[in-house]
């Protein structure tokens, strides 16, 4: 078998909770027929021993099968049945020329005759050996005397204190979650002194293989996260924001994975807005968008999404994990990376790729500095300098004087507009028809498109003349277009044209409404210079002189 | 859901089509004590039944092995085919 035939194997088991001893037995037997130069880079090798002073056989090549699944390559010894204590002191023992980097020992309290005893074996290993030594604790049970299994766990605990490379194994929690009834001291124990049932194997070998991947130095660093069904129940996009609901089981885990260090990403198939919107307002989330060190809400395929990431955050996708509650979308990444590791939501708890033996202060700001790097680039990326980014639109802008067919939407423009309006006076139809009409008023209309479409009339600038001073009447505009420098055009085309006709000075009000504070410093912001204030209008005056304005480069203009 | 037979071939890695009633630790190399456990473990949880200790201790052969799913309430005549 090819080693990318047992990797896809071990990951559709992994997904398996019924997944057999007899499976696992048949990997580990097909990787030691797999040629060394088949093995990818990023599977690093381990050589685990395992001590033990019952009957464990299984265990090691259930941990071989799962290593491949965590990327690691589990090279094993099985010390022989109930010598852990020669195996331990004596320096030429199988486990010593063996040279194991991770040495699990599982002692049963019937087995350990005093502290001592256990004080021994672990001396002797530390003394012969340069592995990390992961003791199981003691579990106990109605036979045993309370007080000996505490005495015991409590020379373990010292132990682990005082040793560098000392662990404990919450052996005893685990047992007591696997359910003890039907996995310690069954009639396995009978027929082959298996304590610990074989069934229990396969769960336990996922606790033990957090050692091996800390050992290995091939922790997981990137959580990618799918959204509907993954982080909450239901589907945003269709259940809306009252429809869904956040699942705090797997948010708590997963913001727990955070706070040590791990770097979560979004890969949804969702619309942008829909996906953000459940992040930044629905109060039962407990992720929040400054967790998430990059984000992919979109509806190109994940695949691509996890290349992209893993550019941004500079990441081999060796060290990815990939959760997702669709069987297609885990097929599919699987089949793309066999390396990352993928896993249905329910397993994101009991899966042991994200151990590390030491957490440090720059591991628990890792997740939080990836957010702030993304933030930055995010910040040089969307901020061009204000003009670059007006030049991207190829805004062109008419400006030309209201024919008759223009009158109605003229009339409208007065009598809906309320924000960029710096006088607010309303006109029937009627009453702008008159003044387009009349020698002494100019009405002038702007039109606006760009390469998102064409807007139409978005502006209206009405003008009267009257000897050498010019009146704006009335200047407003549509607040779809605002914030492109299209208003300061229009003025400014508005002074060219009244300059023409011999004006030196041009007069404008600002009349304060409750809506119009937008325009409350547009005259100001001109050149105009404040007149007369009062309550309800201030007035402004703007001549020519020592004034000059240049048209931004990134408006086509038009005057007809 | 596998037959006995398919569950045995996979536990001892042989050929289903050398399994007969007779086959037994003698004649199937891969049928040591610990293949044996492995194989109750996997038979237990295809059938969702529980060997007594004596159920497995008796079990001399595969025919053994069908006359104990039987006394469970296993019908295991159709799995065969």
């Known amino acids: ?560 | 859901m596998k037959t006995v037979e398919e569950i045995i071939a996979h536990v001892f890695q042989i050929d289903r089509s050398v399994i007969t009633d007779a086959s037994s630790p003698n004649d199937i190399e891969n049928w040591d004590s610990f293949n044996g456990l492995v194989l109750v473990t996997e038979l237990e949880k295809a059938f969702n039944v529980s060997f007594s200790l004596d159920e497995v201790v008796a079990v001399k052969n595969v025919g053994d092995i069908k006359k104990s799913l039987k006394n469970h309430g296993i019908n295991i005549s159709g799995t065969n085919s």
């Open chain 1, 1 to 560: 078998m090819k080693f990318a035939e047992i990797q896809k194997k071990t990951s559709d088991l992994y997904q398996d909770p019924k997944a057999s001893v007899a499976e696992y037995l048949s990997i580990a037997r097909a990787l030691g027929d797999v040629q060394a130069s088949d093995i990818p880079p990023y599977v690093r090798s381990l050589k685990a021993a395992f001590l033990a002073s019952y009957t464990i056989q299984g265990l090691p090549e259930i941990c071989i099968g799962r290593g491949v699944f965590h990327n690691v390559r589990v090279e094993t010894y099985l010390a022989p049945y109930n010598q852990f204590t020669q195996e331990a002191i004596n320096a030429k023992s199988g486990l010593a020329l063996f040279d194991p980097q991770i040495i699990y020992v599982a002692v049963d309290v019937p087995d350990v005759m005093d502290t001592n005893h256990l004080n021994t074996v672990a001396r002797g290993l530390l003394e012969h050996t340069r592995a990390k030594i992961i003791f199981f604790n003691f579990v106990s049970s109605s036979s045993i005397s309370g007080e000996r299994i505490e005495m015991l766990n409590t020379m373990l605990a010292d132990l682990e204190k005082k040793e560098d490379r000392i662990l404990i194994f919450d052996f005893a929690k685990f047992v007591d979650r696997i359910g003890a009834s039907d996995h310690w001291y069954t009639k396995y124990k009978d027929l082959g002194d298996l304590r610990l049932a074989p069934h229990a194997f396969v769960p336990l070998s996922e606790e033990l293989m957090k050692y091996a991947v800390a050992r290995a130095g091939n922790t997981k660093k990137c959580l990618v996260l799918d959204l509907d069904n993954t982080l909450w129940k239901g589907i945003i996009g269709e259940d809306g924001m009252t429809g869904i609901v956040p699942d705090h089981t797997i948010q708590e885990h997963i913001f727990a994975l955070y706070e040590k260090g791990v770097i979560l990403v979004v890969n949804s198939k969702n619309n942008d807005a829909d996906a953000r919107e459940v992040f930044e307002h629905h109060p039962d989330m407990i992720l929040k968008e400054h967790h998430i060190a990059a984000w992919r809400a979109n509806w190109q395929e994940k695949e691509r999404n996890i290349v992209e990431i893993a550019k941004e955050l500079d990441l081999g996708t060796d060290s990815f994990v990939f959760i997702d509650d669709s069987g297609f979308e885990q097929e599919r990444v699987k089949t793309t990376f066999p390396e990352i590791a993928v896993l249905s939501p329910e397993l994101l708890t009991d899966f042991s790729g994200f151990y590390s033996f030491k957490v440090t202060q720059e591991d628990m700001r890792r997740g939080a500095m990836y957010v702030e790097e993304r933030k930055r680039k995010e910040l040089q990326v969307s901020l061009p300098t204000e003009d670059e980014f007006l030049a991207t639109l190829g805004l062109s802008l008419i400006i030309r004087k209201a024919l008759e067919s223009d009158i109605a939407r003229a009339s409208q423009l007065t009598q809906k507009t309320n924000q960029f309006n710096v006088a607010t006076r309303r006109y029937t139809e009627d009453e702008i028809r008159s003044r387009a009409q009349a020698e002494n008023w100019s009405i002038w209309l702007a039109e606006a498109k760009d390469r998102f479409g064409d807007y139409g009339i978005i502006g209206i600038a009405m003008v009267e003349y009257a000897d050498n001073t010019t009146r704006i009447d009335n200047f407003l505009l549509s607040c779809r277009i605002l914030g492109r420098k299209v208003e300061e055009v229009f003025l400014h085309v508005v002074l060219d044209e009244a300059l023409k006709n011999g004006a030196s000075r041009v007069m404008g009000e600002f009349i304060p409404t409750a809506k119009n504070k937008l325009c409350e410093s547009f005259f100001a912001d001109n050149t105009f210079v404040l007149a007369s204030s009062g309550e309800k209008q201030f007035i402004y005056h703007w001549t020519a002189e020592g004034k000059s304005y240049t048209y931004p480069p990134f408006i086509q203009l038009t005057l007809v």
